[in-house]
């Protein structure tokens, strides 16, 4: 089982992680994006009417767009989530390949599935929960590079406080055991990560914006992130588990063929 081995299974489990996601999101995310929409052009609709340009602002979701709101909620939905998930399974999958038998007696299985799940957690759930996703007409275009900042800078500090959270447990495993060399490496990313939330500004631009439409567009935007890493962790942890299976096989095979 090599690193290439674990790449290709990662890229198609990825993939179909992607294509998933799309149909999720295509099926309840959406409909939210939609009703964001509206709500943006009811209010640059008022705007022109009282003649206030700078309140309209220059928002295109239709037609007379670049890319049309037709397309970009179809093909460009699609290629959208499949290249981020074929992205995210090649990621994963070397991170698991690295992780094969460095996390104690973890099976290849049970190891991919762990590196999978510390990836959502990591890099999706946590930063969604301090940087929620928004929906159209939310936020000023003003302060969008600022707030993709914060964002992605949390991230890094999530992601880098997992994997020193996984050392730190693969460090104590032999002194402490497993149950008490996971709940400190736990703790310890507890500890990062909700001290950087504490220290690191808070995005407040809602304004106006409906609190249930709001609410809608965010549960839809992280059960379609989850469903992606869902997807993914099941694939490759299964395809991972079986390459190993018949790796042990054919290992057994050789072994009995030897001692003949």
């Known amino acids: 089982m090599t690193p290439r081995t674990f790449l290709l299974r990662g890229l198609v489990a990825g993939a179909l992680a992607g294509f998933a996601a799309f149909l999720i999101a295509s099926a309840i995310a959406e409909p939210e994006i939609n009703a964001a929409i509206a709500i943006e052009e009811a209010v640059s609709v ?20 670049d890319v049309s709101r037709a397309t970009q909620s179809t093909w460009g939905l699609a290629t959208g989530t499949i290249l981020l998930g074929t992205v995210l399974g090649g990621a994963s999958a070397l991170a698991a390949a690295f992780a094969l ?14 590196v999978t799940a510390t990836g959502f957690v990591a890099t999706a759930l946590v930063p969604f929960l301090k940087y929620p996703s928004t929906p159209p007409a939310v936020g000023s275009g003003d302060t969008i590079g600022e707030r993709t900042a914060l964002y992605f800078g949390f991230w890094t500090i999530s992601l880098t406080a997992a994997i020193a959270a996984v050392m730190l447990a693969r460090r104590l495993l032999a002194r402490l055991g497993a149950f ?13 990560v909700v001290t950087a939330a504490l220290i690191l500004p808070t995005v407040n631009e809602v304004g106006n914006f409906p609190a249930d439409t709001l609410w809608y567009f965010r549960r839809e935007s992280i059960l379609t992130i989850a469903t992606l890493w869902a997807v993914l962790g099941v694939v490759l942890t299964g395809l991972v588990g079986r390459d190993a299976d018949r790796a042990a096989e054919a290992q057994r095979r050789r072994e009995l063929a030897a001692s003949l």
Request: charged share 15%; aromatic share 2%.
């Open 180 to 192: 008490a060399s996971v709940v400190v490496g736990c703790g310890g990313y507890l500890v990062v």
């Open 101 to 114: 038998g460095r996390l104690g007696s973890l099976s290849p299985r049970s190891s991919t599935a762990l």
């Open 46 to 65: 008022a705007a022109e009417h009282s003649h206030d340009a700078t309140a309209a602002g220059d928002h295109s979701h239709g037609e007379a767009a």
